[in-house]
């Protein structure tokens, strides 16, 4: 499957073959999400670009050209933690087209993931988060929606594209349960919610989902709806939650429902629940995933006892002591 030497427009048409091959791949056999194929493709749609500029085809592809390819990316003020994920899309997509035959050496082989500082996960302190699950208008039935869903994020801990890939049959209400059945690699778990969202989530499947319904003129099972009475997007969830955030006077933190989540995890720690317990509710894979929360926490206590104990750095005043 060799392009025809010196044929640009032959290697950018193998480069986009192979390229659709990974993707499907990733999608149906590896089962990844949505959002990551699309970083995938924007990763190596933007390698493409590069090695038609230096009119390369995959054959010719080496160790030594990936390392500028990504020294220059460096370079050009691109954040460690974006060029590691753009080695990490290289890296899995030469792979791919080793096993496939399409190549016989992987040059990817030699690169080398920037070092990186643990970044600690951004949250809302309790108060923050009350403040902003209770902003919306209960009057109307976009503000029972709001509300049910904001509750939602911060009760359950789940992702944006896990809440409005629920269905009706996903909510057990009795048992304050979510079924997330399309999580990250397509995982199914089961996660909680509490007495709040309970409350908000009955309000809204009593007054506010109806009313949203009536506007599609037809059967829905999607819990969430926009305001036409359809499913609810990813992007419809984000613009809800910076919708209440901008009102916020008690926080400056630009809030995603990623904050929500990382809040709903340090809260349940800084209260007592255990790592593992944390884990199963997030849907993380890997225990590791989930301890960066136990950095957030107990940084926040050391925040506390600096502010409160008496005898701190910061209330600490020497009376004559020896």
Do not use: W
Not at 104 to 114: E, G, M, R, Y
Not at 250 to 276: C, K, Q
């Amino acid at each position: 499957m060799r392009a025809s030497a010196n044929n640009p427009e032959a290697e950018k048409e193998q480069f986009g073959r192979i390229l659709d091959g990974f993707l499907d791949y990733l999608g149906k056999e590896r089962h990844v999400s949505r959002n990551t194929l699309r970083g995938y493709s924007a990763d190596l749609n933007q390698l493409g670009n590069y090695l038609g500029e230096e009119e390369c085809s995959l054959e010719e592809v080496s160790p030594s050209l990936l390392k500028t390819y990504f020294a220059e990316m460096m370079q050009h003020a691109n954040a460690r933690r974006t060029v590691a994920r753009k080695i990490a899309s290289a890296r899995a997509f030469f792979r791919y087209a080793c096993r496939g035959g399409v190549l016989n050496a992987d040059p990817s082989l030699a690169l080398l993931t920037p070092k990186m500082g643990t970044r600690l996960p951004k949250t809302l302190t309790a108060q923050e988060a009350v403040e902003l699950v209770t902003a919306p208008d209960l009057k109307c039935p976009e503000g029972l929606r709001d509300r049910a869903l904001l509750e939602l994020l911060y009760a359950s801990g789940v992702r944006a594209g896990e809440l409005v890939a629920l269905d009706l049959d996903d909510i057990n209400l009795l048992e304050m349960e979510l079924r997330i059945r399309h999580g990250k690699g397509d995982k199914t778990r089961i996660t909680l919610f509490g007495e709040a969202a309970a409350r908000s989530v009955q309000q809204y499947l009593k007054n506010g989902r109806p009313i949203l319904l009536q506007r599609a003129n037809k059967p829905i099972p999607a819990f969430f709806l926009n305001r036409f009475g359809g499913r609810l997007s990813d992007r419809g969830v984000r613009r809800i939650v910076e919708k209440y955030a901008r009102d916020m006077e008690t926080t400056s933190l630009e809030i995603t429902p990623h904050v929500l989540r990382h809040s709903f995890a340090t809260h349940l720690l800084d209260n007592g629940a255990d790592l593992r317990s944390v884990q199963e509710l997030l849907g993380h894979s890997s225990l590791q995933t989930t301890q960066i929360y136990t950095h957030v926490s107990t940084q926040r206590k050391k925040e506390v006892h600096e502010r409160s104990h008496p005898r701190s750095a910061t209330n600490y005043q020497p009376a004559g002591e020896p």
